[in-house]
């Protein structure tokens, strides 16, 4: 009998080698190699291969997106459900990804779709217990607490369901792999299998996925592409705001977001945002400042506070929540070589408001204002909303998509908007608000404390 050929694969990056390492060449985790057996290719009769077509021969296929019920998530995935379309949904632990799958499949069922809830990590009774507490109680919703795929296939062949979610792919397993549950094998057959069941018979497929602790999705590197939708949960526990995103999208933009508010209920949409992101804003307060980040073709009004004060120690400290620290760092830097201001033994704290991340450039300016309103004591006007990206020589660059961000400051009540000068010439000014265009972060500041 021929020996059994073995190879070691690593737990958290897919990696393979041929003896058993302490740590991964490829991404650096101890202990994460575990033996599993080398499958051989089958020896059967080729299949004949299919013939091809001229894109322009190819009858086009208008498939209808189908509503979720919720009009967030239906932003993220591009406008609804495709149906055939396999999507990963990834977060944090306890950030509110169960929640938000079980009230997205009763919000179908009560639209007359079937709709096949797979939980591997809770009962039936347990699901029961939460689904009464969201008001997720259908009878189009079909719970099934299994983490046996073949089981699973069975079931949507018995419901025929428009819908399936997988919660999790980490949970799953087929007998005819030899690894444990969660294994690289494991995740990447299960999820091959899942994606040819769902372009079959044209079944949109939700799965949820587990996160290491860097915040990327367990599993090989190859799970992310086999996918049609890769979604990010977003959000701090502390904190009841989560926001949905998506990193890939086939069948729409990766730009846009949704916001979700956690309450016992579940979770609710958040239709304007910019609204309770403002709420505790406080007035005449130093080191806040207000800018109108764009998310998609959403504008959204988020307050930046820094505190900038003396440092304890020889070595100043430099701690951005919501923000890059790498740009706090640049800002920093441009605000000491081109305006003087002498930061090498200030400690320096930014924190965007309610949670949110921003990483849009056009942030910069009111980053810089907040910085200079700590480091001078000196309040920003409460009506004053910044917009603008610094470059390295401290000129403020123009933006994208102005008009929008001015008609939501106008929304809020915001009365004058510091933008930069590019941004002003052809700009069709909404009613209630002033504009005032600089150059430079010079001339912001002088707008913004001297105005």
């Known amino acids: 009998m021929p020996k059994l050929k073995m190879k070691y694969v690593c737990q958290q990056c897919g990696y393979e080698a041929a003896k058993w390492l302490g740590r991964c060449p490829a991404c650096g985790e101890w202990n994460s190699l575990v033996e599993e057996p080398v499958r051989s290719a089958g020896t059967g009769k080729r299949r004949s291969g299919a013939s091809a077509l001229a894109v322009t021969d190819i009858r086009g296929s208008e498939e209808q997106r189908q509503h979720t019920g919720s009009s967030e998530f239906d932003r993220v995935l591009g406008g609804g459900l495709v149906p055939g379309s396999l999507i990963l949904v990834g977060g944090d632990p306890g950030i509110g990804k169960s929640t938000l799958l079980l009230q997205t499949s009763s919000r179908m069922a009560r639209g007359g779709r079937r709709v096949l809830y797979v939980s591997g990590e809770e009962s039936a009774g347990q699901i029961h217990m939460r689904a009464k507490r969201l008001g997720a109680l259908e009878p189009s919703l079909y719970i099934l607490p299994e983490i046996d795929l073949e089981s699973v296939e069975a079931a949507v062949e018995q419901v025929d369901p428009w819908c399936l979610i997988v919660d999790s792919i980490q949970t799953m397993h087929i007998s005819s792999v030899p690894s444990a549950p969660g294994s690289v094998a494991q995740v990447r057959e299960c999820t091959g299998r899942l994606l040819r069941l769902a372009k079959e018979k044209e079944l949109a497929t939700l799965i949820v996925g587990h996160v290491t602790k860097e915040g990327a999705i367990a599993g090989p590197r190859v799970l992310e592409h086999m996918v049609d939708v890769v979604i990010y949960f977003e959000g701090a526990r502390h904190h009841t705001y989560r926001i949905l995103r998506a990193v890939k999208n086939r069948f729409g933009s990766t730009n846009e977001i949704g916001i979700f508010e956690m309450r016992d209920s579940g979770l609710h949409e958040v239709a304007n945002p910019s609204e309770l992101f403002l709420t505790e804003r ?15 073709s959403r504008p ?48 320096v704290y930014v924190n965007v408001a309610g949670g949110v991340r921003l990483d849009e450039p056009a942030v910069d300016l009111g980053l810089a204002v907040s910085l200079a309103s700590s480091f001078r004591d000196c309040p920003v006007p409460p009506a004053d909303v910044f917009i603008g990206e610094i470059g390295l020589t401290g000129e403020v660059r123009a933006v994208s998509r102005v008009e929008q961000r001015l008609a939501e400051a106008v929304k809020l009540g915001f009365r004058r908007c510091v933008l930069p000068r590019g941004n002003v010439r052809g700009l069709r000014v909404p009613p209630g608000i002033d504009v005032v265009g600089v150059d430079s972060v010079g001339e912001a500041f002088e707008a913004a404390f001297e105005g």
Do not use: C, H, N
């Open 300 to 347: 959204i009004l988020v307050e930046i506070q820094a505190l900038v004060a003396d440092a304890g120690y020889g070595v100043p400290r430099r701690t951005a929540s919501g923000v890059d620290v790498q740009r706090v760092a640049l800002i920093l830097a441009v605000l000491e070589k081109r305006l003087g201001f002498s930061m090498q033994t200030q400690d």
């Open 282 to 296: 406080p007035v005449g307060v130093a080191g806040s400042a207000v800018v109108a980040s764009l998310e998609g």
